[in-house]
């Protein structure tokens, strides 16, 4: 072979080679463009776009008066594309960059206008698509961080990317925040209204889609949303602001005197069930509390003498006793232990009188002996009463009541009954044993506390709650009110009533029930006595209910009576309640004018309209003069000093300084002042006419 054949075969070998190449390559390309082409395109948009949740804007709770306990706010987190939008060509980006650095400068005051330049010029140098500017910025700041140059440049060609989060905050703070609750991811529990009704304030989330760019950054490809987030509905508690503080003021104050390790008080309307406040409270440091555990609802422990009532009850319904029976107190010997009184006292009173001072060996020895050959009877009462089953709240972990039966393992025939009739060897929360007293002011009728009044969505209620009925009556008429009677000299009766110097109040009616209740040690029991749980439970105005309330404090250093440490908290909450209250039935005040205080009220210089308005509060009736200067009734009406003369001195006799002052300033004239207290003189007699500044002379004393 010639070697030019050779190195034509050669050639054409070569090129046939490169046209098969150049064959299977167009052949791969048309199958991963035609057959292939959906599954790439799909990977591709899968791995540089997505679509983001965006959380809804949480619903408010807010208090029976309409006050937001609960909101979320919106803060922004501000970014900037430095190659994109309007600024893609260099003119426009330098000719504002420093304009803009000089702004952000001034206005966040966290960086100088030199550092903001350069590092708005090296963003942009780099190409940064993404740059992060400031996060927590408010709606108010953004609506003036929009003006700034560069970032007023039209809607769709900003620069300036704006991402949303929702920041849950409670306007009055601490005040009822364990009920309110809270929304955290890594807390599996609900907590709170927050963590119950979360189906209804979280909304529903919405979408947008994201572009991942250079740095694995993902930039939102558009500026509103493609599924917008729906917001979500309020909730309307039943909690009330002003008690709520109250409550909180009132049992902090105590934990602090007491050095107690924990406290709890729950505030409830009879009728509705609706608690108005509730507060809970545990020691963190010395004379430091805060709130970590709802006790109200979660806290079950031996209720103690509080329980007595339930005791009673059940001896009044089964005619065991009546509150004329005489019984011996002090002391009384069971199997393995003597039951004696706080102050052993060994005498003979009435049941009343023993319910009153609360006797432990009276109803101890009434219940054993009235039951001992059909244990169970006692028990069947506590059963029929529901004190053995949840009550279903609307807001999660309510505590399991415990209360045995003969047929529990841990029933001792001797001991058992004899302790349960004054409130040990049992597990009851405080507003499990605050609903049985409600129940009793309620006329027997026992109903669920209730925590949320209403759903709204949008301002429109799409679902309402009432408080459920547990029993319709718990006792006969008869023995309601008998029970009411003990309870009510628990707090009157100034020999017998364990509550009447501390809670008794002589302008308004409480019934109630001390308890002091040994603590149980864990495994040691109940032989440590230095723990002891302090209780006072009942309602106001007795004679006509309208609020129940129960007052928990344990551990208390010191006095740990029921109602030494949780009685002056119980009367606080009790007063402030029944002065803000003007609903409750007060006995009006009568204003009566005898003929040495003939002289009824003065008004100084204002508008007859607020004047008429005060006066028709107090049930007085001011006359006037035609030509609005004094005038006085000569029918027990009122003397009214209404308005000066226009352009004459005014007189601000009787007034205070800043009244005076207000009075003469407005009127034009300079003012000197002589002595304290209210003006007695003034240099120039009111209805005077002297000029404009001149000076007067105010004596106060």
């Known amino acids: 072979m010639s070697i030019r054949t050779n190195i034509l075969l050669r050639v054409y070998l070569a090129f046939g080679l490169i046209v098969l190449f150049a064959g299977a390559v167009m052949v791969q390309l048309c199958r991963v463009q035609f057959l292939q082409g959906k599954k790439w395109t799909a990977m591709q948009d899968s791995i540089s776009v997505r679509y983001k949740d965006i959380e809804a804007s949480r619903g408010n709770i807010f208090a029976i008066d309409g006050s937001m306990l609960a909101t979320s706010v919106p803060e922004y987190e501000l970014h900037m594309d430095?190659?994109?939008?309007?600024?893609?060509?260099?003119?426009?980006?330098?000719?504002?960059?420093?304009?803009?650095?000089?702004?952000?400068?001034?206005?966040?005051?966290?960086?100088?206008?030199?550092?903001?330049?350069?590092?708005?010029?090296?963003?942009?140098?780099?190409?940064?698509?993404?740059?992060?500017?400031?996060?927590?910025?408010?709606?108010?700041?953004?609506?003036?961080?929009?003006?700034?140059?560069?970032?007023?440049?039209?809607?769709?060609?900003?620069?300036?990317?704006?991402?949303?989060?929702?920041?849950?905050?409670?306007?009055?703070?601490?005040?009822?925040?364990?009920?309110?609750?809270?929304?955290?991811?890594?807390?599996?529990?609900?907590?709170?209204l927050e963590g119950a009704y979360a189906s209804f304030i979280n909304g529903e989330t919405g979408k947008r889609l994201e572009q991942r760019i250079v740095g694995n950054v993902w930039k939102p490809v558009n500026d509103d949303f493609e599924i917008a987030p729906k917001e979500g509905a309020d909730i309307i508690s039943t909690l009330d602001v002003n008690f709520q503080d109250v409550a909180q003021s009132a049992l902090l104050k105590q934990l602090a005197i007491s050095d107690a390790d924990h406290g709890a008080v729950i505030l409830m309307e009879v009728k509705t069930g609706e608690v108005r406040a509730v507060a809970n409270f545990t020691k963190v440091a010395p004379g430091q509390y805060k709130e970590k555990f709802n006790y109200a609802i979660a806290g079950n422990q031996d209720p103690g003498s509080t329980f007595k009532l339930a005791s009673y009850m059940a001896l009044l319904e089964d005619h065991k006793i009546d509150t004329n029976t005489l019984i011996g107190t002090g002391y009384y010997q069971i199997p393995g232990?003597?039951?004696?009184?706080?102050?052993?006292?060994?005498?003979?009173?009435?049941?009343?009188?023993?319910?009153?001072?609360?006797?432990?060996?009276?109803?101890?020895?009434?219940?054993?002996?009235?039951?001992?050959?059909?244990?169970?009877?006692?028990?069947?009462?506590?059963?029929?009463?529901?004190?053995?089953?949840?009550?279903?709240?609307?807001?999660?972990?309510?505590?399991?009541?415990?209360?045995?039966?003969?047929?529990?393992?841990?029933?001792?025939?001797?001991?058992?009954?004899?302790?349960?009739?004054?409130?040990?060897?049992?597990?009851?929360?405080?507003?499990?044993?605050?609903?049985?007293?409600?129940?009793?002011?309620?006329?027997?009728?026992?109903?669920?506390?209730?925590?949320?009044?209403?759903?709204?969505?949008?301002?429109?209620?799409?679902?309402?709650?009432?408080?459920?009925?547990?029993?319709?009556?718990?006792?006969?008429?008869?023995?309601?009110?008998?029970?009411?009677?003990?309870?009510?000299?628990?707090?009157?009766?100034?020999?017998?009533?364990?509550?009447?110097?501390?809670?008794?109040?002589?302008?308004?009616?409480?019934?109630?029930?001390?308890?002091?209740?040994?603590?149980?040690?864990?495994?040691?029991?109940?032989?440590?006595?230095?723990?002891?749980?302090?209780?006072?439970?009942?309602?106001?105005?007795?004679?006509?209910?309208?609020?129940?309330?129960?007052?928990?404090?344990?551990?208390?250093?010191?006095?740990?009576?029921g109602a030494l440490v949780s009685g002056p908290v119980f009367r606080e909450i009790a007063d402030k309640v029944y002065s803000i209250d003007l609903d409750i039935n007060q006995t009006e005040t009568n204003l009566h004018f005898t003929d040495n205080i003939r002289k009824t009220p003065k008004t100084k210089t204002g508008q007859q309209k607020a004047v008429q308005e005060v006066y028709s509060k107090f049930g007085l009736k001011p006359l006037y003069a035609k030509n609005k200067e004094a005038a006085i009734d000569s029918n027990d009406g009122i003397e009214s000093e209404t308005a000066a003369k226009k352009g004459a001195v005014p007189s601000t006799l009787g007034m205070g300084l800043r009244d005076a002052l207000f009075i003469m300033g407005n009127s034009g004239y300079k003012v000197s002042v002589i002595g304290s207290g209210t003006v007695i003189r003034q240099s120039v007699d009111a209805g005077s006419m002297i000029p404009k500044g001149s000076k007067i002379v105010l004596e106060l004393e």
């Not at 140059?149 to 920041?167: A, D, E, Q, R, W």
């Open 82 to 192: 430095m190659v994109g939008g309007a600024i893609a060509e260099d003119k426009v980006f330098y000719g504002k960059v420093d304009s803009l650095a000089m702004k952000l400068s001034s206005f966040f005051g966290d960086k100088s206008f030199r550092d903001y330049s350069r590092i708005l010029r090296n963003a942009r140098r780099d190409k940064v698509r993404y740059l992060l500017l400031k996060r927590n910025v408010s709606f108010q700041d953004l609506k003036k961080i929009k003006k700034f140059p560069l970032f007023s440049m039209g809607h769709y060609g900003s620069c300036l990317i704006v991402i949303t989060n929702n920041k849950r905050i409670l306007p009055y703070k601490s005040l009822a925040a364990r009920t309110i609750g809270y929304k955290n991811e890594n807390v599996k529990n609900p907590v709170g």
């Open 337 to 561: 232990k003597l039951i004696k009184d706080s102050h052993p006292k060994i005498q003979t009173i009435t049941a009343k009188q023993a319910f009153e001072e609360s006797s432990n060996a009276a109803i101890a020895k009434m219940v054993n002996t009235s039951y001992a050959n059909d244990q169970s009877k006692f028990t069947d009462h506590l059963y029929d009463w529901h004190l053995n089953e949840k009550m279903g709240l609307q807001i999660p972990g309510e505590a399991q009541p415990v209360i045995k039966n003969p047929k529990n393992r841990s029933w001792n025939k001797n001991m058992t009954l004899p302790q349960m009739a004054y409130g040990y060897e049992m597990q009851l929360t405080p507003l499990k044993m605050l609903s049985f007293y409600n129940a009793v002011a309620n006329n027997g009728k026992y109903i669920a506390p209730i925590f949320v009044r209403e759903i709204r969505r949008l301002g429109n209620p799409i679902q309402q709650f009432e408080a459920r009925v547990i029993n319709e009556k718990i006792c006969s008429d008869n023995t309601l009110r008998k029970i009411k009677k003990m309870l009510e000299g628990v707090v009157d009766d100034k020999k017998f009533g364990s509550g009447y110097h501390v809670i008794h109040n002589p302008l308004y009616k409480i019934a109630g029930k001390t308890g002091t209740a040994q603590v149980a040690d864990g495994n040691r029991g109940y032989k440590v006595k230095s723990q002891y749980q302090a209780s006072f439970v009942g309602y106001f105005p007795a004679d006509n209910p309208k609020y129940s309330m129960i007052v928990v404090i344990n551990d208390p250093k010191g006095a740990y009576y």
